[in-house]
């Protein structure tokens, strides 16, 4: 509110293009509409800034805008919105459009706001029944798959009893220096398990994206760990037993111990490749080639 002894300064209402002046709003607005100004030439023609408020009054001074703001009950229902215009009073223009597009705005932007608010609410829940989900499936897998391995594989051979069974042949080692060693290793393993019922293999997967293997060792099943320590074991013992097959082979081939001959490049190649690798970085990356080589042929079905 101002203060009494402020004085009103009285608003001047002027049209250029008919050089009318008048300080009352209403007699400019009723001057605008007469076949006088009308008739005449266009010219530039002063521009009327006003302030409307969603009540319906009008205000020509930001100031007074804002003084009125603060007590008028359209505004506080529908804070920090109102509409400014800057239009040639000759336009005729009405402002009940705008009025209705801001009431419009101001409803979509609450029920905007509210629809938000509802789904972040319900995240929570979201979020909680879809890990209980993932939980209850996973736990049921893991159930049915220790029933498979414990009743239906009851009988399953022992993973090393199962590679040391195996009757390697002198084709095997030779393929090796062919071949490589995971190719040769890959093809020997999933050979021997496609030759046996599956309730007998000593070795089974659950999961061939993550690799998770059960495998039976000392009469009982258990999921090798990440390091796979027990399919490490049992490929260290299968290389062994191919390579010792290269006692008979040198027998038969002489020839090996001279140099640029034939036999010493197989030779060479059959060593080279039946280590496994250059070092013991390259050996345990080629187990894990040949591990992921027979998960994909020993994968069990969850419903199995």
């Known amino acids: 509110m101002l203060p009494k002894s402020s004085k009103k300064v009285a608003k001047k209402f002027y049209c250029e293009k008919c050089d009318y002046v008048t300080s009352r709003k209403s007699n400019y607005d009723k001057h605008?509409?007469?076949?006088?100004h009308n008739m005449l030439p266009n010219a530039a023609e002063k521009v009327a800034t006003f302030f409307d408020c969603e009540c319906g009054k009008s205000f020509s001074h930001r100031q007074s805008f804002f003084r009125h703001s603060k007590s008028c009950d359209m505004w506080i229902e529908n804070e920090d919105i109102y509409v400014q215009k800057s239009v040639p009073k000759s336009s005729g223009v009405k402002d009940v459009d705008y009025k209705h597009l801001m009431h419009e705005l101001v409803?979509?932007?609450?029920?905007?706001?509210?629809?938000?608010?509802?789904?972040?609410?319900?995240?929570?829940?979201i979020s909680s029944t879809t890990n209980k989900t993932v939980n209850n499936i996973n736990i049921t897998n893991n159930v049915n798959m220790n029933v498979f391995l414990n009743d239906q594989c009851k009988d399953a051979y022992n993973l090393i009893d199962f590679i040391n069974s195996l009757q390697l042949h002198m084709t095997d080692l030779v393929n090796t220096g062919k071949l490589g060693f995971v190719e040769s290793m890959t093809?020997?393993?999933?050979?021997?398990?496609?030759?046996?019922?599956?309730?007998?293999?000593?070795?089974?997967?659950?999961?061939?994206?993550?690799?998770?293997?059960?495998?039976?060792?000392?009469?009982?099943w258990e999921r090798d760990a990440q390091t796979k320590n027990h399919m490490m074991r049992a490929i260290e013992h299968l290389k062994h037993n191919n390579l010792k097959q290269l006692g008979e082979w040198t027998e038969n081939n002489p020839e090996f111990v001279i140099q640029n001959h034939e036999k010493n490049s197989e030779y060479m190649e059959i060593v080279g490749n039946c280590i496994g690798g250059e070092d013991e970085r390259k050996q345990k990356q080629n187990m894990n080639k040949i591990i992921k080589n027979v998960a994909k042929e020993v994968y069990i079905e969850p419903d199995k």
């Open 107 to 125: 409803n979509q932007n609450k029920q905007i706001i509210k629809q938000g608010e509802q789904i972040a609410s319900l995240m929570p829940s």
């Open 32 to 36: 605008v509409l007469t076949r006088k």
């Open 187 to 220: 093809g020997i393993l999933v050979n021997a398990l496609n030759d046996i019922e599956v309730t007998k293999r000593p070795i089974h997967c659950s999961d061939i994206e993550r690799e998770v293997l059960y495998v039976k060792d000392n009469n009982a």
